[in-house]
């Protein structure tokens, strides 16, 4: 009799604690990435905060039901009229107040006479840790040839796979 | 009295607050490894220092004839990231008494990442300390500053 309460005890457990992963789709659409001028030739920092919504997601979705967080998709485009043509590659990283810094997607070299790229995801990075902050600094490295006296102001559209336990 | 109290407390506060931070920042600036192979400008984002490459002495890979890039690195996605600009030192907090910590340093000769703790020994010499696991068990670097300060 004893057995049977425990086994059924720890069947419980078992199925409480295995709730179904799915898969969604966060999306940070036409976020300015924004530098001050002057600008150096070289890499400058172009950065964007963003506070992130996990009601976007999934009602009521709480920050540790999140299992995995994955960089998809990242564009980056320009309304200037020179394009990227000053620009010889991007890089993207992400950030947070309380989790590491990673290196999500590169660009090199960024090819002539487009007004939007996209850049190539990397395959390892984990964003778990950030996503479980309030907001994210996503920081684009803009490798700039020549010096510029203007600010720099480019448009980014991402794309985050979440798994999350319902 | 009691008003005149409370804007004392306030004003220590925000004064104790303003040092805490002008101490922290005296990171920032432009250092050289003791290798003198590069250079790396450090900054704040957030509340947190980084270090990047803004500085090679051997820029152009002699094996491609382009600008050197991360070809070590673990995931082969990033192997296109350029070597100058590279963030290699990442997510540095300051602890107080000259010391920033919690952050990490990459090597891109080996494409490795270690714990690191940066300790100010005056105003122009940083010691590096990478390490794996316990910090008994690392390597020091000196760093000099490329601006000399007084």
Known sequence: MKYYFLLSISFLILCCSCGEATKKTYRINQIDLTVEGPLFDGPNTLQATHVIDLNAIEPNLKADQIEAVKLIKANISTQDSIGFNNIRNFVLQLTSSDAKMEKVAVLNPVEKNLKEVTLNPSAESELLDNFQQKEIILILDADIEGDSENNLTYQGNFEFEITYKK | ?150
Request: aromatic share 10%.
């Open chain 2, 1 to 150: 009295m009691k008003q005149l109290l409370l804007l004392s407390l306030l004003w220590l506060s925000h004064s104790i607050g303003f040092a805490q931070n002008t101490e922290a920042d005296q990171l920032l600036g432009v250092w050289e490894p003791s290798n003198g192979k590069a250079r790396v400008k450090i900054e704040k984002i957030g509340e947190k220092y980084y270090g990047k490459i803004v500085w090679l002495k051997e820029p152009i890979d002699p094996n491609t004839g382009q600008p050197k890039v991360d070809k070590n690195n673990p995931d082969a996605s990033l192997r296109t990231v350029p070597l100058k600009g590279y963030r290699m030192l990442k997510d540095f907090k300051y602890l107080g008494s000259n010391q920033w910590d919690n952050g990490t340093i990459y090597d891109p000769e080996n494409g490795s990442t270690y714990k690191c703790i940066i300790k100010m020994t005056d105003n122009n010499t940083l010691d590096i300390r990478g390490y794996i696991g316990v910090e008994a068990l690392g390597r020091t670097d000196v760093w000099k500053r490329l601006n000399l300060k007084k």
